[in-house]
């Protein structure tokens, strides 16, 4: 169990949800995951921490959707076994690609010349929409 604050836009300088207010939002963020490790480190339990892990892993018949939170986002697996060694089926949704999808709506009304600022304060990893 881990003591923490989780941050969210507010009012001040900007508007609440503008470029200004992610980017705040995203240094809190830090600030907080530091907090997290710092916490983390200090309850690292004394003794061995290697354990034996398989070389290959031949999952079941069936499927499953795997998500994780990533420093930018959700990032989920759809993955549809048959049940040999290799996936019949692997999707992959990066959060670059999910946090892409809001620039129409967050960029409406505003001028050309904002796009590249809003563009930045999504934090995309352009590798990551290229489907």
């Given at each position: 169990k881990f003591d923490f604050d989780i941050p969210v836009g507010e009012d001040g300088i900007g508007t609440v949800g503008d470029?200004?207010?992610r980017y705040m939002v995203r240094i809190k963020e830090m600030v907080q995951s530091i907090r997290i490790i710092?916490?983390?480190?200090?309850?690292i339990p004394e003794g061995?921490?290697?354990a034996a892990v398989p070389?290959?892993?031949?999952?079941p018949v069936g499927e499953i959707y795997s998500r994780t939170?990533?420093?930018?986002?959700e990032l989920g697996y759809y993955i549809i076994s048959d049940g040999s060694l290799n996936p019949?089926?692997?999707k992959?949704?990066?959060?670059?690609?999910?946090?892409?999808s809001i620039l129409p709506k967050i960029s409406k009304g505003?001028?050309?010349a904002d796009l590249i600022m809003i563009l930045g304060s999504l934090d995309i990893v352009l590798g990551c929409i290229d489907r």
């Open positions: 470029s200004w207010n710092e916490q983390a480190i200090d309850n061995d921490v290697s070389k290959r892993v031949k999952p939170e990533t420093p930018k986002g019949y089926r692997v992959a949704r990066s959060p670059s690609f999910v946090n892409l505003h001028m050309i």
